[in-house]
């Protein structure tokens, strides 16, 4: 019986996937492409907790699937916390190992233009957003530019 050459190429293209080949070099898959959402996406949001005057969840959607964006959690905290003045909520967000600084720095400024920094219609009174020194970290608090680096 003769096979055709679509399913032919389909049953190939079949068996390299799963064998783990691409049509991609493994330094360009390592990196993550500026429109693909992040691992966080794909994860399971967690459930939320609830405490006195407070609440802490899984990042929004539209924060978690940005390009980059690791892990991360939204909180209401009450007011008299020891971490940040005042009451408001909390945006703290984990980028993947490797992501570049400039990538950082415009994941902390993008999330602010979604609503989720200082003054914006989500009531944020601090934001954070990097993984260490090599990917640098960004945060956002009232009364400071936005987006400042962490030192």
């Not at 190429?9 to 493994?26: E, K, P, S, Y």
């Not at 940005?66 to 008299?80: D, F, I, K, N, T």
């Not at 984990?94 to 989500?122: F, H, K, M």
């Given at each position: 019986?003769?096979?055709?050459?679509?399913?032919?190429?389909?049953a190939?293209?079949?068996?390299?996937?799963?064998?783990?080949?691409?049509?991609?070099?493994?330094?360009?898959?390592?990196?993550?492409s500026?429109?693909?959402?992040?691992?966080?996406?794909?994860?399971?949001?967690?459930?939320?907790?609830?405490?006195?005057?407070?609440?802490?969840?899984s990042?929004?959607?539209?924060?978690?699937?940005?390009?980059?964006?690791?892990?991360?959690?939204?909180?209401?905290?009450?007011?008299g916390?020891?971490?940040?003045?005042?009451?408001?909520?909390?945006?703290?967000?984990?980028?993947?190992?490797?992501?570049?600084?400039?990538?950082?720095?415009?994941l902390?400024?993008?999330?602010?233009e979604?609503?989720?920094?200082?003054?914006?219609?989500?009531?944020?009174?601090?934001?954070?957003?990097?993984?260490?020194?090599?990917?640098?970290?960004?945060?956002?608090?009232?009364?400071?530019?936005?987006?400042?680096?962490?030192?």
């Amino acid at each position: 019986m003769p096979v055709r050459p679509a399913a032919a190429l389909a049953a190939a293209t079949a068996v390299l996937a799963l064998a783990g080949c691409t049509g991609t070099d493994r330094a360009a898959a390592g990196a993550a492409s500026p429109e693909q959402p992040g691992p966080a996406c794909s994860a399971a949001p967690s459930p939320s907790e609830s405490w006195l005057g407070g609440w802490r969840k899984s990042l929004p959607d539209e924060v978690r699937c940005l390009p980059h964006v690791s892990s991360g959690y939204y909180m209401r905290q009450p007011s008299g916390s020891d971490e940040v003045e005042g009451e408001g909520n909390v945006v703290m967000v984990t980028v993947e190992p490797g992501t570049a600084r400039e990538q950082t720095l415009a994941l902390c400024r993008r999330i602010t233009e979604l609503g989720y920094g200082i003054d914006g219609p989500n009531e944020v009174v601090f934001l954070s957003v990097g993984n260490g020194e090599e990917t640098g970290s960004y945060f956002s608090m009232p009364g400071q530019e936005t987006c400042l680096m962490r030192l």
